[in-house]
């Protein structure tokens, strides 16, 4: 009796270890938070649009004294073409219909970024700041012969009705030159086909012309080198243009957001002339999609 009792707890106590030991040895399963079986995310096509505008852009300042009738003008740019030269006047007439050259002024120069600070003293101006019959051209430059240098491409119309002492405002295209251009341009980056798309529209141009237009790294108030070239825009004969290109071989991962749009004055960007921009956006990265 002894001995079949002994075995009886021989065999419980077997019985009982094996279970303890199938518990602590077995798999466990993991929990919905656990990262064992999280997947790597699928890469996302993402968007920036630019609303293109007129360029350049710019403030005129003026201020005359009595006492020394003299007219002190100033001058202020971004967008010009990095390191141009631009002649600049008071006109009489208007930006719509401009007369002879009342005043000369200093040449609007820019830096490597494209824009420009500029103060001109002109010496016996009697009379002040007139009421109106004033305007204020910068030209594309550098010279004022032949024709395409003499072409405006931001003007003032000043306006004083008060007679005061000073005045200020805002650069603004000048009707009829072919400068008052608008658009819109919309990049596409896809890191998994590791393409870049590009459209581009804009409105405004002179009837069927040509323009060179780019992506440039840096944004419109500071001017940088170009990114990627695209097609020439060709205007049509309402001065509406739109080009589309693709790029591959891109390795970014992201569009970056010191990206803008130039449309520039002619094809030949090797001159002032051909360089000078037309209307610029800088790129706004938007919302990712799913490609």
């Given amino acids: 009796m002894r001995r079949v009792a002994v075995l009886t707890i021989l065999v ?15 798999s466990p399963t993991p929990s919905a938070s656990g990262t064992s079986s999280a997947t790597p995310s699928t890469p996302t096509t993402s968007t920036a649009t630019a609303m293109l505008d007129h360029e350049p852009t710019g403030t005129v300042t003026m201020s005359w004294a009595s006492s020394s009738n003299k007219l002190t003008v100033g001058i202020s740019m971004i967008g010009l073409g990095p ?40 010496s016996n101006v009697g009379g002040g700041i007139p009421a109106s019959g004033w305007s204020l051209n910068v030209h594309t430059g550098p010279a004022l012969t032949p024709a395409d240098q003499y072409r405006p491409i931001a003007c003032i119309d000043i306006s004083n009705p008060s007679h005061a002492a000073t005045f ?39 009837p069927n012309t040509a323009h060179a237009a780019h992506v440039h790294e ?15 825009v060709k205007s049509d004969a309402t001065g509406t243009g739109s080009v589309t290109a693709t790029f591959s071989g891109v390795t970014a991962t992201a569009i970056p957001s010191t990206w803008y749009v130039n449309v520039h004055n002619t094809t030949d960007v090797s001159t002032q002339v051909g360089f000078t921009p037309l209307s610029c956006g800088n790129l706004v990265r938007g919302q990712s999609a799913m490609p």
């Fill in 83 to 122: 390191n141009s030269t631009h002649p600049a006047h008071i006109h009489s007439g208007t930006c719509a219909n401009t007369g002879n050259v009342i005043y000369p002024l200093d040449p609007v120069t820019a830096t490597a970024t494209g824009d420009a600070t500029v103060t001109t003293t002109v």
């Fill in 218 to 232: 840096g944004s419109c108030e500071a001017q940088g080198p170009v990114v990627y070239s695209l097609p020439n």
């Fill in 168 to 206: 200020t405002g805002a650069f603004k295209p000048v009707p009829g030159t072919g400068n008052d251009v608008t658009g819109t341009a919309v990049v596409s980056l896809d890191p998994t086909a590791h393409s870049l798309g590009m459209s581009l529209t804009v409105h405004g141009l002179d």
């Fill in 12 to 26: 419980l106590a077997s019985a009982s270890l094996w279970a303890c030991s199938s518990k602590q040895t077995a």
